[in-house]
């Protein structure tokens, strides 16, 4: 059981009874309602006390009694047909308020679809947990991207490597949406990549490659659109080829698989990529994948 306090803490808040949510599973959606109505009316402080994983009848009694001597309301979306009839049975008996915010629904829906529910808690779990896995897919992919954080690449899913203009991170928030936690690391010939990107695990990481016209189509946009000055260098196409070479032949030595992005949406290149770290973990190899 959790209890937090609603409105302002200012003096003069007008202090109402609790609101009790009581859940056969965790109570998220009762507390959220709850939130979202009291967060209607100013100057109003109601404790909201969460009652989860209600199964027993002796919990239905004990927070009945609970509600019954400081004039609460309970506020319930309990799934179980039985669980539903005695918490609304025991709570008219000692005169306690509740509303039932899953009863109606469900017998409206039974009625249309002409089906029984479940009356099981905690269906909905599997898509809530899918959801906050994205959310922190791309709190990873962020906190990751362009080189950073380097000595956390074991966390990683999948890591991209390539030169820069490859598109390392679109592709990384892409996959990240889609539930993936990526890291980025941006290659440069004269920069030495850290020790951790070496010890990754050879299976998860992605050497991205763009053809160098490509590679200097992009960057010369990129300096036009941000004004921002890069040497000579950078924007020919031979120091584009010669990367691309070299970005190869680092893939190649330390067995890293190879993805060419080269006139591929986002969509085509993420599919790529989940194929191959698919394949490779469904059929348990340990060694380093095809090249």
Do not use: C
Not at 23 to 36: F, K, M, P
Not at 133 to 160: K, N, S
């Amino acid at each position: 059981m959790t209890q937090e306090e609603t409105g302002p803490p200012s003096e003069g808040a007008a202090q109402a009874p609790p609101l009790y949510i009581v859940s056969g599973g965790e109570g998220v959606i009762g507390a959220e309602v709850a939130r979202l109505v009291l967060a209607q009316f100013e100057g109003v402080r109601m404790p909201l006390i969460v009652v989860p994983n209600v199964r027993e009848p002796a919990q239905i009694s004990e927070v009945v009694a609970q509600a019954a001597s400081d004039h609460g309301t309970i506020l319930h979306t309990l799934m179980e047909p039985g669980m539903r009839k005695d918490l609304v049975r025991k709570a008219r008996a000692r005169h306690v308020v509740e509303i039932d915010l899953v009863g109606s629904i469900m017998a409206r829906v039974a009625t249309v679809v002409g089906k029984e529910p479940a009356g099981k808690p905690g269906l909905n779990q599997p898509r809530r947990a899918a959801y906050f896995e994205r959310l922190e897919a791309i709190e990873y992919a962020i906190q990751h991207d362009d080189g950073a954080r380097t000595d956390e690449l074991d966390d990683a899913d999948i890591v991209l490597v390539g030169i820069s203009r490859v598109g390392k991170t679109p592709l990384s928030m892409y996959l990240a949406v889609l539930g993936w936690k990526v890291a980025n690391y941006p290659l440069v010939k004269e920069v030495a990549p850290p020790e951790a990107l070496f010890k990754a695990d050879r299976r998860r990481v992605i050497g991205l490659v763009v053809e160098a016209e490509q590679i200097t189509a992009r960057r010369r946009h990129r300096q036009r659109s941000t004004g921002m000055s890069f040497g000579s260098r950078y924007l020919h196409q031979e120091s584009a080829e010669d990367e691309v070479e070299w970005a190869r032949r680092l893939f190649r030595r330390h067995g890293w698989a190879t993805v060419n992005l080269t006139d591929k949406s986002i969509e085509e290149s993420a599919d790529e990529i989940i194929a191959l770290i698919t394949r490779w973990f469904k059929h348990g190899q340990e060694g380093a994948p095809p090249a």
